[in-house]
């Protein structure tokens, strides 16, 4: 059983930094991609960036790019989310999930659509407001 836990969340002003944490249990997901999305209050969740655990490379949606990061550690355990320079528009929860590479066909690089994520997080809450 995979699990999925994220923490960073915190209410934070407008123009500072944060940086989430998805930590992940159960069994190596080196063949798996680990994706980070987002869902404010009455909204659609929307794919934010995602990450290929075995080679490390990366996808952004285009609303998000320059100002948030994705990456993960040596040792395949841990993504993070850097974002700079938030805004009130950045307010939502913010989830983990995880997929195998065979769900994104045809050349098993990840891709922000939430239904070939099979492993989902509870989610962190980012509030940006001052």
């Known amino acids: 059983q995979l699990v999925l836990v994220e923490s960073g969340g915190d209410l934070v002003q407008p123009g500072v930094s944060l940086s989430l944490s998805c930590t992940f249990s159960g069994f190596s997901l080196v063949y798996y991609a680990v994706a980070w999305f987002r869902q404010a209050s009455g909204n659609e969740r929307e794919g934010v960036s995602c990450?290929?655990?075995?080679?490390?490379?990366?996808y952004d949606a285009d609303s998000m790019k320059g100002r948030f990061t994705i990456s993960g550690d040596n040792a395949k355990t841990t993504v993070y989310l850097q974002m700079n320079n938030l805004t009130p528009d950045d307010t939502a929860v913010y989830f983990c999930a995880a997929g195998p590479r065979e769900h994104f066909s045809p050349n098993n690089y990840c891709r922000l659509r939430s239904a070939e994520y099979n492993f989902w997080g509870q989610g962190t809450q980012v509030t940006v407001s001052s």
């Open positions: 990450i290929n655990i075995r080679d490390g490379s990366t």
